[in-house]
């Protein structure tokens, strides 16, 4: 599957993001799909993660309360809203998506195979 995230910018601290991941060649309801994101100088870390069917979602500490990860499976399409922005939540966010059954590590990159391109998201203060 082939993913394509966009939606980042600049923005101000408070402000509010809509990122989108779209998915093409497969049918992204066969994936569970995570977002990770990395900051200049630090590892990709773990921000949110849904299951196929949208039922169940994780979520790293620091997205907790202000990140909400959803899909559209009819539109192949995955988002992650973000409100009340840090500074410290500027990276750059990659969606991901994966394949295998029985995941509990889906906070773990290597449980991923398909990786977008990334969409940067700057937070001034």
């Known amino acids: 599957v082939q993913l394509q995230a966009s939606g980042g910018g600049l923005v101000q601290a408070g402000d509010s993001l809509r990122l989108s991941c779209a998915a093409s060649g497969r049918t992204l309801s066969s994936y569970f799909m995570g977002w990770f994101r990395q900051a200049p100088g630090k590892e990709r870390e773990f921000v949110a993660h849904?299951?196929?069917?949208?039922?169940?979602?994780y979520y790293a500490e620091s997205a907790k309360g202000r990140f909400t990860i959803s899909r559209d499976n009819a539109k192949n399409t995955v988002y992650l809203q973000m409100n009340s922005l840090k500074p410290e939540d500027t990276a750059v966010y990659y969606c991901?998506?994966?394949?295998?059954?029985?995941?509990?590590?889906?906070?773990?990159?290597?449980?991923?195979?398909?990786w977008g391109q990334g969409t940067q998201v700057t937070v001034s203060s």
């Open positions: 991901a998506a994966g394949s295998s059954f029985g995941v509990s590590r889906y906070y773990n990159q290597r449980e991923y195979d398909s």
């Open positions: 849904i299951t196929r069917s949208g039922a169940s979602t």
